[in-house]
């Protein structure tokens, strides 16, 4: 029997008056509630939505405290609040608690920008509570805001744009609960609370369609401007082309571009407001891997989502779920997601395929077609990845499908309205084609166990041993929500001609689902498990706190990225969005690719992988401890290859970890009394990396600049570098007395002769004082970046690039007191921008204010 055979009783106008108008406060109380729903392990265990079990039960030196004494963690979702976000949120509260803007991270990377990364969003106003509460409470709150608030926003959007508050309803919990919400909401904070914001701006869009000039401007500014501060810059281009895209198809169904204008009057101030953030962060992305390498190869081949992977509308989990590790879909799960659940996707096939359709439901569909076009292996997606747009090039191809969820959403609204208005017909067909589709694809899967049972032997060839069976079975059980939700739908269809009862069915099984996909996802954690203390961190922190030298892990004594920082401890190691190019080509020579042909990783430095595998006394390990000043490494006890002594010193031990001192490490600073100047990396890698680079009469800097521009009286200690054959010669007529190590010490034992002492060291400014017998160069082996400025006694002096990576300062003869600082490109223009457009915004305010009241006083 057909299901539209029992619904042909007309439902007339019952439901629209009762709950035609439902309220943004209930629609925060009913977010709120079933936030809550989905966050009860922090209601009834205090447990926090932040990876902290995943820390201490896979990274050390937490594992072996913790080892058979936690919960096994999630086994890939949110590590990058540990490794990376977590760490670098408490970085930045504690310089902000001391009124000191952040500008410089000296612990990751051997030095790396801070505020100029975007992904600190350190002006966004809603982290400004981690000044106010402890960072994991602040943490839990942000994380619970960002369904909340992306819930509220795409609501007042809605209600804006159908007639029924229940659709706005049902379309705002379609946004909330999707699976790039639910995915961005605990990992990073950043990428979450920058999306929020989208459908804001486009409900700033619609009141500016309305003739609400004055609110539609403040809030598309705001939402623009809020958005853009989070942080997750791929994610704000998208809310202000949607924003864009919506003034554009209005002025194309109504043929008027004022709409246009207004909102890029919008987008303007937006971005004069929040110039003091991305200025620093645009120019600092010109000198990073990220945008030097433009389109890497790999984005096409492995982040593009092939087509298939949309059956995941209907099935969220049909490819697996990361949590539980049986995920074996395309690309990084987080990702490639575009679904919103089973239920919307039914009510937006119902508002595609009704008549009568609402404006805004063509919207939604070419706004979701757009982000398939752009997110799926395609013709069209592969030739705009080949253009290698600016900017454009940087963001994974794949978070295009954001557009899909957005688009779906707009159109489970708009089917929403259609079944209210009672459209029932089209609401069974559809549902009875998604309960056939479920019903295929068991039938399917029976008939392949069905062939592995009776004629695999036969014909010789088996699914099963080619690993389908896991992949089957993981699409099964998953699917059994779905399927579960649309069944107990249909029956209730069924079994009652009360389309009360339907509707109230529909969209309580819709809340369900999408709370129960979040539950799925959400991960929590002891809050005990918080970057504990360990004798390793104490320790390292004990021996390195005066003279700041760099700690290195290898093997299964490796740290993991960004989390020696959270102890305040220097790593030349780091993975982060932005980082020095120079480091990556540093870091990549000595991982042995030579020639250097652009393979920077894009987001990642590591050193221990590297060095395991070229051994400790092979040259150029020596020659990068030395550089880097990695006085510390951890080493596994059962390791296979123990640092030799005398010049690895074993100084203490825990379990499975031993720590060796490095005894060569180059000190923080130090004087050189002669330079060449390089500009091909290669040529001065080399060099650098040349066993006999210590070995010379005199001390040497390579600085990447041009020979003229070096200044007399430093003009005459050096010149042009045209090729590395003196010191290979060198090394040569040295034979077999030549020692790295021997070569390395003589060069410290040397460095006495000109002392340099670090007074002050900050993350924005550090000051030196160099007792010079000589003109030469002062070497701070941090890693060097555009934006760093030096006084040499009052008197400004210029900062190379040396050593590939490095910073160095020249300086003549005798006692001199000097003085670093960091202040990124951009950020003094960039703030100047800022203060004139909102001293600007708020005169139109007041002007506009001024000019009502006079109006009312007076008249027109």
């Known amino acids: 029997m057909r299901i539209t055979s029992k619904v042909k009783q007309e439902f007339g106008e019952l439901l629209l008056p009762k709950f035609k108008k439902i309220g943004p406060v209930w629609v925060v109380l009913i977010l709120e509630l079933m936030t809550l729903a989905a966050y009860y392990p922090l209601l009834m265990w205090g447990k926090v939505p932040v990876a902290f079990d ?15 004494t936690s919960q096994p963690a999630p086994k890939l979702a949110g590590h990058d609040d540990v490794r990376i976000f977590y760490p670098q949120r408490k970085l930045i509260i504690e310089s902000l608690k001391k009124g000191v803007i952040p500008y410089w991270n000296p612990y990751e990377f051997s030095g790396n920008v801070l505020m100029a990364n975007s992904q600190t969003a350190i002006f966004y106003p809603l982290f400004w509570i981690f000044l106010l509460l402890p960072q994991i409470g602040a943490w839990t709150l942000m994380s619970f805001l960002v369904p909340v608030m992306a819930g509220l926003g795409m609501y007042l959007f809605l209600r804006r744009v159908v007639n029924h508050d229940l659709a706005a309803v049902v379309g705002a919990l379609a946004w909330a609960y999707s699976e790039v919400i639910i995915t961005r909401s605990p990992d990073g904070l950043v990428a979450g609370h920058t999306l929020i914001w989208l459908p804001w701006v486009v409900w700033g869009v619609e009141k500016l369609r309305r003739g609400e000039n004055g609110g539609g401007l403040l809030v598309a500014v705001l939402a623009q401007s809020l958005s853009m501060t989070a942080g997750w810059f791929q994610f704000t281009c998208y809310t202000y082309l949607v924003g864009g895209m919506y003034g554009m198809y209005w002025w ?5 571009k004022s709409l246009v204008v207004k909102y890029g009057l919008a987008s303007l101030m937006s971005l004069g407001i929040t110039a003091a953030h991305w200025l620093p962060a645009y120019l600092a992305l010109q000198w990073t891997p990220r945008g030097t390498m433009g389109t890497p190869v790999e984005f096409a081949r492995e982040h593009l989502m092939p087509l298939w992977q949309v059956v995941t509308l209907a099935v969220p989990h049909f490819f697996g779920q990361v949590i539980n590790g049986s995920y074996f879909g395309t690309s990084e799960y987080k990702e490639g997601v575009m679904t919103v659940g089973v239920l919307p996707l039914l009510l937006a096939l119902v508002g595609l395929t009704s008549k009568n359709k609402l404006p805004v439901l063509k919207f939604g569909f070419w706004l979701m077609m757009f982000g398939l076009v752009m997110g799926t292996n395609n013709p069209i997606a592969v030739m705009v990845l080949k253009l290698n747009l600016p900017i454009v090039s940087t963001f994974l191809p794949n978070r295009w499908l954001v557009l899909v969820t957005v688009g779906l959403s707009i159109l489970a609204a708009a089917g929403m309205e259609q079944i209210l ?10 549902l009875e084609i998604i309960v056939a589709a479920f019903g295929g694809f068991y039938a399917l899967v029976a008939g392949m ?12 060839w088996s699914f099963f041993e080619h690993g389908w069976e896991r992949y089957v079975m993981v699409a099964v059980n998953n699917s059994w929500l779905p399927f579960i939700l649309v069944v107990v739908l249909m029956l209730v269809m069924l079994g009652t001609k009360r389309r009360l009862w339907v509707v109230g069915t529909l969209v309580g099984l819709m809340a369900l689902g999408q709370v129960s996909r979040a539950h799925q996802y959400w991960y929590f954690s002891d809050p005990a498990h918080a970057f504990p203390d360990n004798p390793i961190w104490t320790y390292l922190d004990d021996q390195t706190k005066d003279n700041r030298a760099r700690v290195l892990g290898i093997s299964y004594s490796r740290f993991t990225s960004d989390t020696p920082s959270y102890y305040g401890l220097y790593s030349p190691e780091g993975v982060d969005a932005l980082y020095p190019i120079w480091y990556g080509e540093f870091t990549n020579f000595y991982d042995g690719l030579f020639p250097y042909k652009g393979e920077t990783k894009r987001i990642e430095a590591s050193f221990a992988e590297a060095l395991e595998r070229r051994g400790w006394t092979d040259p150029m390990t020596v020659n990068m401890l030395a550089h880097l000043g990695v006085e510390y490494v951890v080493v596994p006890k059962d390791h296979g290859d123990m640092p030799p002594e005398p010049d690895y010193s074993k100084v203490f031990a825990y379990q499975w970890h031993s720590v060796y001192r490095f005894n060569l490490a180059l000190p923080k600073v130090y004087f050189v009394t002669s330079y060449v100047t390089s500009d091909w990396p290669d040529l001065t890698l080399e060099r650098v990396f040349e066993p006999e680079f210590f070995g010379q009469l005199k001390s040497q800097v390579v600085l990447a600049t041009d020979s003229e521009k070096i200044k007399e009286p430093w003009r005459s200690l050096g010149g042009q570098l045209k090729d590395n054959f003196d010191l290979k010669l060198q090394r040569y007529l040295e034979g077999n007395k030549f020692n790295d190590f021997d070569t390395l010490a ?7 002769n000109n002392p340099v ?12 004082m160099v007792s010079a017998r000589s003109n030469g160069f002062v070497v701070v082996g941090d890693t060097f970046f555009p934006g760093w400025q030096a006084e040499v006694d009052g008197t400004p002096a210029p900062v190379y690039r040396a050593n590939g990576t490095f910073r ?12 670093m600082k960091f202040v990124p490109e ?22 506009w204010i001024l000019i009502k009241r006079l109006r009312a006083n007076y008249g027109p």
Request: glycine share 14%; charged share 25%.
């Open 449 to 460: 166990y069905g062939y592995e049972k009776v004629l695999a032997g036969g014909l010789g």
């Open 54 to 68: 995943w820390g201490v039960n896979n990274y050390q030196p937490w594992k072996v405290d913790f080892l058979n």
């Open 826 to 847: 951009g950020w003094q223009q960039g703030k100047m921008v800022s203060m004139i457009t909102v001293a600007g915004g708020l005169m139109m305010v007041g002007g």
């Open 252 to 256: 194309w169904r109504e043929k008027d």
């Open 746 to 752: 003589q060069f410290e034992k040397n460095l006495i």
């Open 421 to 430: 208005r009672n459209r029932w017909k089209v609401f069974g067909k559809w």
């Open 808 to 819: 160095a300062v020249p300086v003549k003869a005798g006692e001199h007191r000097i003085v």
């Open 757 to 768: 002492e670090v007074n002050q060291y900050e993350g924005n400014r550090m000051e030196l």
